[in-house]
Nanobody, 111 residues
Framework: QVQLVESGGGLVQPGGSLRLSCAAS????????MAWYRQAPGKQRELVARITGRGVTYYASFAKGRFTISRDNAKNTVYLQMNSLKPEDTAVYYC?????WGQGTQVTVSS
């Protein structure tokens, strides 16, 4: 089973930016869809963005225009660039590949 390790979370002021990274173990990384989800306290986990092996992307409506998902298949890594962050973006962000999940990285947007 693939191991996924997220990094890059933290505390940021409203309007700020963060870049999350997710490093995946194993082979054949380039053939898999990769996705970022998030879960805020008391809420269900929700899809943020998804990217195919060839780089075709999909975004949740709240992420469009502010977040960018990308991948580097040579490094087995997927990224989530988050700009214009809002307090409602506060959540634990998880990396996903098929049935595998990372441990999550906390993103807190607060002044």
């Amino acid at each position: 089973q693939v191991q996924l390790v997220e990094s890059g979370g933290g505390l940021v002021q409203p309007g700020g930016s963060l870049r999350l990274s997710c490093a995946a173990s194993g082979s054949d990384f380039s053939i898999y869809f990769m996705a970022w989800y998030r879960q805020a306290p008391g809420k269900q986990r929700e899809l943020v963005a998804r990217i195919t092996g060839r780089g075709v992307t999909y975004y949740a409506s709240f992420a469009k225009g502010r977040f960018t998902i990308s991948r580097d298949n040579a490094k087995n890594t997927v990224y989530l660039q988050m700009n214009s962050l809002k307090p409602e973006d506060t959540a634990v962000y998880y990396c996903n590949q098929q049935n595998s999940w990372g441990q999550g990285t906390q993103v807190t947007v607060s002044s």
